[in-house]
């Protein structure tokens, strides 16, 4: 997907920030320094594309994820190239666009159609053709696709959702942000067998996970 458009140089220099802010996964900053990003935010705030701490508003209230968050959740779920990956938010589609270049097959689902159009409009623009979007409550997983070797889950949950868990292959990796609804920790949980290991990385700030094992949706 190596592109030469006006925003290259801001890609490289996002990529060299978060290179020293840790993420040390190579194959994961190459493609972060490919897969434009601007294309997924609306137009007037293109110019905030690569700054690498901030989430920038996609409409409907959701916003995508700052690409350090991006980079270290992707880097927790430790992504092979023949991976299946489900991810839970699809929002702008971004996530999804950088997964689609570590993995073999990427699943992607968003609770809001607007948002979930759009985002399967900037993926097929791009020529991307190994993911594939679905429009539901992403807390009850998408079973027909399961199991996962890595569920990364972009919106802030109550507790870790039952039914991910159980989706997971033997080894896959589940990472989640779980807390209070305005802040939360994110958890890495790995299925080994019939058993779970849960770890912490690091606090994080996500809109709420809304569905059956989320928040209830807020009237507004
Ligand atoms: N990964 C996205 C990206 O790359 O732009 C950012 C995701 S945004 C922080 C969180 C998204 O999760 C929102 O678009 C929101 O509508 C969605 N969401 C919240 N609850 C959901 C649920 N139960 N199932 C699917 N999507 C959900």
Not at 50 to 63: A, F
Not at 82 to 107: D, M, P
Not at 178 to 203: C, H, I, M, N, Y
Request: charged share 25%; net charge neutral.
């Amino acid at each position: 997907m190596a592109r030469a458009d006006g925003y290259a140089y801001r890609r490289a220099q996002m990529v060299e920030s978060l290179r020293r802010g840790g993420i040390r996964d190579a194959r994961l900053l190459e493609v972060m320094a490919e897969v434009p990003r601007h294309l997924f935010v609306p137009e007037a705030l293109r110019h905030q594309a690569y700054s690498d701490d901030v989430s920038i508003h996609i409409g409907e209230g959701q916003t995508i994820s700052q690409p350090r968050i991006v980079a270290l959740m992707t880097e927790a779920a430790r992504i092979g190239a023949e991976s299946r990956v489900l991810e839970i938010g699809t929002g702008s589609g971004y996530q999804a666009a950088v997964l689609s270049s570590l993995a073999r097959f990427v699943f992607t689902i968003e609770r809001v159609g607007s948002l979930a159009r759009e985002a399967k409009r900037v993926l097929d623009f791009l020529g991307i053709d190994n993911v594939s979007v679905k429009v539901m409550d992403g807390t009850l997983g998408w079973r027909a696709q399961a199991p996962y070797d890595a569920i990364l889950v972009t919106a802030g949950a109550p507790e870790v959702p039952a039914p991910l868990v159980g989706q997971l292959a033997d080894g896959g990796r589940l990472v989640v942000p779980v807390g209070p609804r305005d802040t939360q920790v994110l958890q890495v949980v790995e299925r080994r067998g019939e058993r779970t290991f849960a770890s912490e990385l690091k606090g994080a700030c996500f809109v709420p996970l809304i569905g059956r094992h989320g928040w209830e949706a807020k009237e507004s």
